[in-house]
């Protein structure tokens, strides 16, 4: 919940300088909730709409975290439902997945590129850090995140908006390359000690001469990622037996 903070907190505030603390701030660990959701459209034709629910928690001193991922796609009649939970502990990596209600077993993976491809798509708060590094960034106003006072921060992400685009899609990124921006603003709300607090984008794009059920035409799509993260009492990390006991693929 927000809300907005009355008087002068915020009165000169130079946004550089708490985009910086935040950049170089040394956080530990924390625990992210986010959510992405996106919607197709085509001018006549039903809306197919998917959100994506992500909460992850992550220990980056012990380089270990815990990710649940829901994904539900919902539109003309139809509704598919899939989902995934993933743990990296000690350099071994433990998934397993759900869709259409099917459940995998537990699957290990020890090899350095899949730690590493894990780690970077899981720790989100690198992804914002690389994000705002160079981004052109203007204080708008002090208000409350979750009973915290945070700097309210507009974000010009420019060129980089393709990168946020590959954070948050990773492989499914290539759906959306080729669109035509319309509208793209990002906000963070960071404390002045360089706390992230949450993060949201919203963006309409359009793709071009698509191929539908009903022929070609372009496609609208709305966009919105909502993040928020948590600091200070982080849970354990901890891997249950049965993903324990799983066989190690490579």
Known sequence: MLVVVSGCLGAGVQADGVRDEFVHQNTSSYVYDGETSYSLNAPGGPTRTTTIDFRAVV?????????????????????AVSGTTTYLVNRTVYTRSVREGDTTGWTAFGTDAEVENTWSARDELRLYEHLLRNASVEHNRTEAVRGTDANRIDVELGDRRAELLAGKFRDGVGFFEEGETETFRTTVWITDDGRLLRAETRAGMVLRNRTTAT????????????????????????????????????
Do not use: C, H, M, W
Not at 63 to 70: F, P, T, V
């Open 215 to 250: 022929g070609r035409t372009d496609l609208n799509v709305d966009l919105t990622f909502s993040d928020t993260f948590r600091y200070g009492d982080v849970p354990t990390v901890e891997v249950p037996q049965k993903a324990l006991n799983a066989t190690r693929v490579r």
């Open 59 to 79: 220990n980056r001193t012990a380089r270990s975290l815990r990710a649940n991922i829901s994904s539900v796609t919902e539109g003309a009649g139809r509704s």
